[in-house]
Nanobody
């Protein structure tokens, strides 16, 4: 059974930082592309960042220079370091894993107050 369990969300003031983590089980982690999406109220889910099995990264323009995605294959964990947070970053953040099919975590709330 595949499980993706997110942690690290919470409430932070604008300009602050949070670090999200996603622990994966039930997959051969190091061959999967991992990533983060987010969904704000009333909006569609959008890509935040991805990291390929070999380490190549991709970011949404809105988070470039502020967010950093990383992975620890030994611990089957992917992280999202979020700095200089803005109120518009407020959303539920979802971890996902993809290799031919996709798996999703349950989401973790990030709220940035102005």
């Amino acid at each position: 059974q595949v499980q993706l369990v997110e942690s690290g969300g919470g409430l932070v003031q604008a300009g602050g930082s949070l670090r999200l983590s996603c622990a994966a089980s039930g997959i051969i982690f190091n061959i999967y592309t991992m990533g983060w999406y987010r969904q704000a109220p009333g909006k569609q889910r959008e890509l935040v960042a991805t990291i390929a099995s070999y380490g190549s990264t991709n970011y949404a323009d809105s988070v470039k220079g502020r967010f950093t995605i990383s992975r620890d294959n030994a611990k089957a964990t992917v992280h999202l370091q979020m700095n200089s947070l803005k109120p518009e970053d407020t959303a539920v953040y979802y971890c996902y894993a993809e290799r031919r099919i996709s798996y999703w975590g349950q989401g973790t709330q990030v709220t940035v107050s102005s």
